[in-house]
């Protein structure tokens, strides 16, 4: 099997994981170590998996292949790889990163993929 599985289906049900975790986030309880606050009891929420749909556009596009990282200097860069930036878009329209439009989620993958080159600016 090879990195994104049959036909992209690893990389596209890794989201949908991901975005049943968030929805399904549950409070979680945690005790104050002091002896005066032992008596309250704090619930903290646990925190979102992308904090920005940029972030979650990047992660969308290393998980497809269709970028990559310098190994040297982990600078983002293209992989050229069609078919891979065909299923992050893909993806990105059918589970778009929560708050956002599926529109808007394929607006920032197109953005990203503009902004980057296919060569690290520093193996130059």
Known sequence: MSLHGDN????????VRLAKKAIDSIPRMAMSSS???????VIEKR????RSL?????ELLLETGAIREC??????CDATDPDAWRRARR??????????????????IEDIMRSIGDTCPECK
């Open 71 to 76: 190994v040297d200097h982990s600078h983002l």
């Open 91 to 108: 993806t990105a329209s059918t589970y778009p990163f929560k708050g956002a439009t599926p529109a808007e989620a394929v607006a920032m």
């Open 8 to 15: 992209g289906l690893l990389a596209e049900s890794r989201h």
């Open 54 to 58: 940029r972030g979650w556009a990047v």
């Open 35 to 41: 002896a005066a606050a032992r008596k309250f009891v």
């Open 47 to 50: 925190r979102e998996p992308y």
